[in-house]
Structures are given as C-alpha cells and as structure tokens.
C-alpha cells in the first residue's frame, strides 16, 4: 500500500462531490475494506507500507504489517512480502492483492482461492478494465512472480499465468483508481469503511 499522501493520485474526487483533501482517508478506508474481506477468507494477511497512519489502524483490524523494505515498487514490496509469509508460515499458498479492493467479498476471494488451488499452478485476476491485474495467486509449492503494473494482464498472459474468470469474482476485479471506477463501486456495493468517508450520515 502506498503512502497516504500519494495514494489515488487519478481519483479526482471534486467529481463525486466530495473534496480533494478526503483522497488519503478514503485510499485508507479502501485498503480497510479489502484487508477485512481478506482477513473473513484467508489465514494470515500481510500488508506491505510504510505509511505510519494506515500501518496501525490496518494493524488494529489484525492485519501483520511490514515495512516496505525494498521501496522500489509494487512488485519487488510484493516479493519482499512472500518472503516474509514463507519464512513464518512455510508452504503456505499465498495471494496477492491490490489494496483497493473496497467492494471485496470474502466469498469471492475464497473462490478464487480454490480455482487456483485446483489448478495447481500460478493464477491472476485482471481488472475491470481488462489490462491490469488485482490478484495474483501462488498455490503452494508454486513459483511466485506477480508483474503488476502498466498492462499487467498481457505480461501475465505471455508468461503463460493462468487467468480466472467469472461471474463470482466481480468485486475481486474492481479496483478504483477514478471517479468512474468509485461510482461502479457504489453500484456494486463497497464496503463499511469506504461508505463512512463516502456518506458519512448512513453510517451514524
């Protein structure tokens, strides 16, 4: 997860209605939603910041936070956090995911666990947009090489990764990075988090 101060750099939230100054709490409370959908699926979540305000309260909802070590980018964080994950929890299968997630049931990440399981082999989810990724999964004994970032699902594609697909996995591809992509969200249905910084009196 990047720093609050430099995440949804795209999302121009004047064109929701809300203000510009809201972008930090509301890249926090995405990441809040995906971590708890992630935290009713899988056995252990690891989130990768070095963002003091988003490490603590994303450790309060029981996540295990880690800094970026690298600081070179998404993928070499991502590496250094399946080192982490192996070196504390051996063979473990082990997904990655975008923190942005906000619509993300835990139905849906277990299913796509499963689907990658049964294939016994690396698998990725592409986004909605149809060029990028927000999953990337490592059965165990499996090798790990995400290759997130700029048309992502092409390199996935041409390095042989297997793509799911499907219905189930509709809030596992809908990562936001714009006022068109946080109003789909709205359609599909975010989470807690998100809708307290989005409409704060439904939540009161």
């Known amino acids: 997860m990047k720093r609050l101060d430099r995440a949804k750099s795209r999302l121009h939230l004047s064109e929701t209605g809300l203000s510009d100054s809201r972008r930090p709490d509301l890249a926090l409370a995405f990441a809040c939603d995906t ?14 910041t070095d963002d003091t ?3 603590q309260v994303l450790t309060d909802l029981g ?3 880690i800094a970026d070590v690298p600081d070179a980018g998404i993928n ?16 473990s299968g082990t997904a ?5 997630l906000a619509c993300l049931q835990a139905d849906d990440l277990r299913h796509a666990c499963a689907a990658a399981d049964a ?9 909605s947009a149809g060029t990028g990724t927000t999953a990337f999964f490592s059965p165990a ?35 936001i990075d714009t006022a068109a992509d946080l109003w789909d969200a709205q359609r599909i249905g975010l989470g807690r ?12």
């Open 96 to 100: 990655a995911i975008s923190a942005d």
């Open 141 to 175: 004994g499996t090798a790990f090489e995400p290759a997130f970032g700029h048309r992502s699902r092409a390199q996935h594609r041409a390095a042989g990764v297997q793509e799911l697909a499907g219905p189930r996995l509709t809030t596992l591809h809908r990562d």
């Open 193 to 204: 988090h998100s809708l307290a910084v989005i409409s704060p009196s439904t939540q009161q």
């Open 53 to 55: 305000r988003a490490g």
């Open 119 to 127: 294939f016994a082999a690396p698998c990725f989810v592409s986004d």
């Open 35 to 48: 971590v708890s959908a992630a935290l009713a699926s899988c056995d252990h979540v690891v989130v990768i």
């Open 76 to 91: 070499p964080a991502l590496a250094h956090g399946f080192a982490f994950v192996q070196s504390h929890w051996p063979g």
């Open 63 to 65: 996540a295990v936070v």
